[in-house]
């Protein structure tokens, strides 16, 4: 039962789009671009359902039958476009999940909406596929195309849509949701921010999860005790991560709050804007021993393993890389 206000931050993209349907300047096409988890598909549902909404205000009245049939997702005139391979938008998939409907007129509402999700695993055969319907679309119908990169996306696809980027969420409205919405303590708040660096969605998906004590306590450990460590333990001590059902990335991130964390106290000798305050001891510890060099090319090389782990790399020649670099460090 969303609202345009449960969007958090994204106050442009909010204001563009429903400032569009109050003007009745719909266009037939938006691309929505953002990290993984940070709210495209929940801006793209609202969006759609409002569209759809038979009141025809600015905000869904979650009331009507068009409205309800949007959040059971079974809306007639709300498609999403489906894949059959997990890591490939094929041509084949566009073909039959928009080319050969398009032409048929919306069953019972204004528009017929296409949400494209993941839009850059789209194979080039697929979003030519795609342009051909983009340059010349029916009046009633309008894409919503979601990405996490425009980067690989055509030019010609770009230059036919109305371009949305999303911005980081500010701190202190991210604190407000958690907290108060969630319900969150405060100390696990402060870890989901810093960790999350503006991300809704991971920061939601630490607070609410389960393990969350258990995922710190196990990071924090294998931080601790690393360089006393060998390279098989450590590995087997990683291999403990897939228990979780936790995104290794989202694990990489909070070893990455904790080295900065070094790296401040090592800057200012002061422990009052540190995340993991109550982690001091180590933190001093560690500052201490490190350059400003090694901790830095710590925080360098976690980035860099995520970055890795998303392209697909090996899993373990990635990590230990990684946890060479930091037992070097």
Excluded at 37 to 52: D, M, N, S, V, W
Excluded at 199 to 223: H, M, P, Q, T, W
Excluded at 280 to 291: D, N, T
Excluded at 304 to 328: D, F, G, H, P
Aim: proline letters at 3%; aromatic letters at 8%; one cysteine or more.
């Amino acid at each position: 039962m969303a609202h345009f206000s449960d969007i958090i931050g994204q106050e442009n993209m909010k204001e563009q789009l429903q400032g569009a349907i109050r003007q009745n300047k719909v266009s037939h096409a938006y691309l929505i671009h953002g990290e993984n988890r940070a709210g495209k598909e929940f801006i793209a549902k609202i969006f759609a359902k409002t569209l759809q909404c038979e009141q025809k205000g600015d905000n869904p009245c979650n009331e009507c039958h068009s409205c309800h049939q949007a959040d059971s997702l079974n809306h007639p005139d709300i498609i999403f476009v489906a894949h059959e391979k997990p890591n490939l938008i094929g041509v084949d998939d566009i073909r039959h999940g928009i080319n050969d409907t398009v032409m048929i007129k919306p069953y019972s509402s204004p528009y017929k909406i296409y949400i494209i999700q993941e839009a850059e695993k789209m194979s080039p055969q697929a979003q030519n596929a795609l342009l051909k319907t983009l340059e010349e679309p029916p009046a009633y119908v309008v894409f919503l195309i979601l990405t996490n990169s425009t980067d690989i996306l055509l030019s010609t696809i770009l230059s036919r849509c109305v371009v949305l980027h999303m911005k980081p969420v500010r701190d202190d409205a991210m604190r407000d949701y958690l907290m108060k919405e969630l319900r969150v303590p405060d100390y696990r708040a402060e870890i989901c921010i810093a960790f999350a660096r503006g991300n809704v969605g991971r920061a939601k998906a630490l607070a609410s999860s389960e393990d969350f004590d258990k995922i710190r306590n196990d990071a924090l450990s294998l931080l601790k005790n690393i360089y006393d460590m060998e390279i098989v333990e450590i590995m087997e001590a990683l291999k403990r991560i897939k228990e979780f059902g936790f995104d290794i990335s989202d694990y990489l991130d909070i070893m990455a709050v904790w080295y900065r964390d070094v790296l401040l106290f090592k800057a200012t000798n002061d422990m009052n804007h540190l995340i993991f305050r109550d982690e001091i001891q180590y933190i001093k510890k560690v500052a201490g021993r490190s350059a400003y060099e090694g901790i830095e090319d710590v925080i360098n090389a976690l980035e860099k393993a995520k970055n890795r782990l998303a392209s697909n790399v090996n899993y373990e020649l990635t990590m230990e890389l990684l946890l060479l670099t930091i037992k070097e460090s």
